[in-house]
């Protein structure tokens, strides 16, 4: 099973008040990058969705090896994003959709959930504790 990993990164961080996913964290790293690699291992393929104007973003993500993917329509919200990630690769079999912004989830759960789709799982949510 093909599974492509969606990495939402066109958010606005307006509350954040800079571009968070460009924040680094205390290793240095910035959010959305952390948050990439644990997606790019646990993927056969990894996009990223940016604003038109994530320029400085999207070229960081993409040395990372995303293939980046541009939301002219992504002010409309968190569902034009993932549809723009969904349009640009119509051959996967299931898509996993990661946050830019949350850089702390494990990999071991997102190995969880690539196994589970693995395993035939039509959609697998995860839950917090």
């Known amino acids: 099973?093909?599974?492509?990993?969606?990495?939402?990164?066109?958010?606005?961080?307006?509350?954040?008040?800079?571009?968070?996913?460009?924040?680094?964290?205390?290793?240095?790293?910035?959010?959305?990058i952390a948050a990439a690699r644990?997606?790019?291992?646990a993927v056969d393929k990894t996009l990223a969705v940016v604003r038109?104007?994530?320029?400085e973003l999207a070229d960081l993500l993409h040395n990372e090896g995303l293939q980046i993917i541009?939301?002219?329509e992504a002010q409309a919200g968190m569902g034009?994003?993932?549809?723009?990630?969904?349009?640009?690769s119509p051959e996967a079999q299931?898509?996993?959709i990661a946050l830019?912004?949350?850089?702390?989830?494990?990999?071991?759960?997102?190995?969880?959930?690539t196994t589970l789709l693995?395993?035939?799982?039509?959609?697998v949510n995860t839950l917090s504790q």
């Not at 038109?52 to 320029?55: A, F, V, Y």
């Not at 034009?80 to 640009?88: D, E, F, L, M, R």
């Not at 693995?118 to 959609?123: E, L, P």
């Open 70 to 72: 541009t939301c002219a």
């Open 52 to 55: 038109p104007e994530s320029t």
């Open 38 to 41: 644990k997606l790019l291992v």
């Open 100 to 113: 830019a912004d949350m850089p702390f989830i494990q990999s071991v759960t997102i190995q969880k959930l």
């Open 1 to 32: 099973m093909s599974i492509t990993g969606i990495l939402l990164a066109a958010g606005y961080s307006h509350r954040f008040g800079s571009d968070k996913l460009l924040h680094p964290l205390t290793d240095g790293t910035p959010v959305a």
């Open 118 to 123: 693995r395993q035939g799982a039509d959609i």
């Open 80 to 88: 034009a994003s993932i549809a723009c990630g969904a349009k640009a």
């Open 94 to 96: 299931a898509w996993l």
